[in-house]
């Protein structure tokens, strides 16, 4: 335990600077959502990796190229649009799409030929979009507006408080498994502390910080981005229980690998920026 909150606190501290670097980058009129892009690229490509060790796991091998191209391309997307226009956004994603499409065609003809085309060609694609696509949503919601930092922070905290209370809930009183086939690990009880907790964290926030929610939504919030963080994790549960492994790398001491890490705000990040967007 002791580790685990040593380097979380790192880990909070470096997102910090990291965004307080882009909070004085977009003030300084130079760009905005820079650092956070480049923070997501990096994590993208050690991500690229785990999916390969997953995917490996289970016996197909993806294309790492294509894999990193595919997921950092698709992750950064938002800060691009702010050059492109709103106008030229959505051909913007169709033609990133077809380019990743053709880069993933070229890397296995080039490297495998036909040997497992199929298989192969589908994780990777899989990899791209799965890492891409939450990556991009996190991005959006910091650039969203002008108070898109403090959404992104709202977000983060959200759904990792929710991690951290069904953790301790369920180390305390779970009970009854919620999905024993999946994650033995999570309870009902579990899952009730951690909803809690987010709908807490996201009051607070709502109060003392900038983001228009008004008291009740931000509660709601709270536990439907909460709900999907959870779900977020379930998915990646199954990608390991199908590849028979307990962590996608042993990069991080306690917390397992960096997809084990981000695995929630990917699936949630959808949710929160739809719901920022209606409330």
Same mark, same amino acid.
């Given at each position: ?133 939450? +990556?991009?949503?996190? @991005?959006?919601?910091?650039? *969203?507006?002008?108070?898109? #930092?403090?959404? $992104? =922070?709202?977000? /983060? !905290? ?15 009183? +779970?009970?009854?498994? @919620?999905?024993?086939?999946? *994650?033995?690990?999570?309870? #009902?009880?579990? $899952? =009730?502390?951690? /909803? !809690? ?36 994790? /379930? ?45």
């Amino acid at each position: 335990m002791k580790t685990r909150i040593i380097l979380g606190s790192v880990m909070i501290s470096v997102l910090a600077g990291v965004m307080a670097l882009d909070w004085w980058l977009e003030h300084a009129r130079i760009i905005r959502g820079l650092p956070i892009a480049i923070l997501l690229m990096l994590i993208a490509s050690q991500a690229v990796w785990e999916m390969a060790k997953l995917c490996g796991s289970a016996g197909v091998l993806i294309l790492g190229l294509s894999g990193v191209i595919g997921a950092a391309g698709l992750g950064t997307l938002p800060l691009w649009w702010q050059f492109v226009g709103a106008e030229l956004s959505g051909q913007a994603v169709m033609l990133l799409l077809a380019g990743i499409v053709w880069i993933i065609f070229l890397e296995q003809m080039i490297t495998r030929r036909t040997t497992d085309a199929i298989r192969t060609i589908a994780c990777t694609m899989l990899t791209a979009l799965y890492l891409g696509i939450g +990556g991009a949503m996190i @991005l959006q919601i910091r650039m *969203s507006d002008s108070n898109g #930092w403090m959404k $992104l =922070i709202m977000f /983060l !905290a959200v759904v990792k408080s929710t991690d951290i209370g069904a953790y301790f809930t369920g180390s305390a009183i +779970g009970k009854h498994k @919620l999905i024993p086939w999946l *994650s033995p690990g999570k309870s #009902w009880e579990g $899952l =009730i502390g951690g /909803l !809690a907790a987010a709908a807490g964290v996201s009051i607070l926030i709502a109060h003392f910080g900038s983001v228009g929610l008004a008291i009740w939504k931000a509660g709601l919030f709270g536990v439907i981005v909460g709900l999907a963080g959870q779900f977020g994790d /379930l998915c990646e549960s199954l990608l390991k229980r199908s590849a028979r492994i307990k962590d996608s790398s042993s990069m991080v001491p306690e917390f397992g690998g960096v997809l084990d890490i981000i695995d929630s705000p990917l699936i949630a990040a959808p949710a929160a920026y739809g719901l920022f967007a209606i409330m």
